[in-house]
């Protein structure tokens, strides 16, 4: 989830095999005429030795891009107009792997390059336990009160509140959110999911649509979003949204940015019309120095850190494992990205 990139030497290092993959729905092989053609496989733009151990070790072939290149490993989010340029000097290209679960910095790419025979992969899932992690760390902080307390030169009156037994909203149905629901049992919290369909996810106390996000906002005392950023869940929270939450209620966002109206969370946290928040995206990201959010003391910003590269690296390794063995043989690609959906 984050815009570091890969394409510098590196190891999985000590914390390989911490974590593992989290996914919200069963794979299944793609159909036969879809199935890619096996050849040789490119990372770029710059092959890592990890993630050429990773294609070697999935029975796969790394070679330099040429006209045999069958599919692309790419690993960045930050130079998709080079993406581009490859895939267009190479339409015999079928596979292309990217390195992040979201893949809105690709999403006017994906839908140009929208063909039969082309398949997109994403890490969807791989990355879902340290993000969860980080968000029930974001929630436990808040509700302690732990921006006050590591502000604080002296001694104070006792404050905070238990997470234990409340309601919480999770703005999406993805790894992330199956991964929450797992944390949450030893809590006793019920839990409302948001999703695009009302299908249940197990787990979860209720599953509404997100057009019935705005019923369910008022009852929660935290509301996490964890959703996909597209064209249409842009600002999914904004003013209104924030109005009907609780004053005592508290924002969690560990997705995109751009899923929150920056300048309504700012009135909001301001103005004590909610409780508190903990973000590790905003929109713009980087946030400026200076921003009005750095100054308010009821907010943890971090820094698009609960995936750190030293986490997600070994998860990535894996993804493209199993993908190119799905290349080869199986046909069952894990993250599999519906182009005209942008997810």
């Not at 290149?69 to 581009?84: C, E, F, G, K, P």
């Not at 299908?199 to 996490?224: F, K, N, Q, W």
Request: proline share 8%; hydrophobic share 45%; net charge negative.
């Amino acid at each position: 989830m984050s815009t570091s990139r890969y394409d510098q030497p590196s190891t999985a290092g000590p914390l390989a095999g911490q974590h593992a993959a989290v996914l919200s729905i069963d794979v299944t092989p793609v159909a036969d005429e879809l199935r890619p053609t096996p050849g040789p496989i490119a990372i770029l733009p710059t092959p890592n030795a990890l993630f050429v151990d990773a294609v070697t070790a999935g029975g796969g072939v790394v070679a330099a891009i040429s006209a045999e290149t069958r599919a692309i490993v790419w690993l960045t989010s930050v130079n998709a107009d080079d993406l581009a340029v490859h895939l267009q000097a190479n339409p015999q290209v079928q596979w292309v792997q990217l390195p992040w679960a979201g893949v809105d910095a690709f999403a006017e790419l994906l839908k140009i390059q929208d063909r039969p025979h082309l398949l997109w992969t994403s890490a969807k899932g791989a990355y879902a336990q340290p993000v969860a992690e980080h968000a029930l760390m974001l929630i436990l902080a808040l509700m302690r009160r732990i921006p006050e307390r590591v502000r604080a030169t002296s001694w104070a009156p006792s404050t905070g509140e238990s997470f234990y037994s409340r309601s919480v909203v999770i703005i999406g149905a993805g790894g992330i959110a199956v991964e929450l629901l797992r944390l949450f049992e030893p809590f006793g919290v019920t839990t409302t999911v948001v999703r695009r369909s009302t299908a249940p996810l197990a787990g979860a106390a209720r599953t509404v649509a997100t057009e019935s996000l705005d019923e369910v906002l008022p009852g929660a005392d935290v509301v996490i979003v964890a959703a996909a950023m597209t064209g249409d869940t842009r600002h999914l929270i904004g003013a209104k949204q924030l109005a009907l939450m609780k004053p005592s209620a508290f924002l969690i966002n560990i997705a995109r940015g751009g899923l929150v109206d920056t300048d309504a969370l700012t009135e909001a946290l301001a103005s004590g019309q909610i409780a508190g928040a903990g973000i590790d995206v905003s929109d713009p990201e980087p946030l400026p120095d200076g921003h009005p959010l750095w100054s308010e003391p009821n907010i943890i910003i971090t820094p698009h850190s609960a995936d750190t590269p030293e986490m997600t690296a070994p998860l990535l390794a894996a993804r493209l494992q199993q993908n190119v063995e799905a290349f080869l043989g199986s046909g069952g690609f894990v993250g599999v990205v519906d182009p005209q959906a942008g997810y």
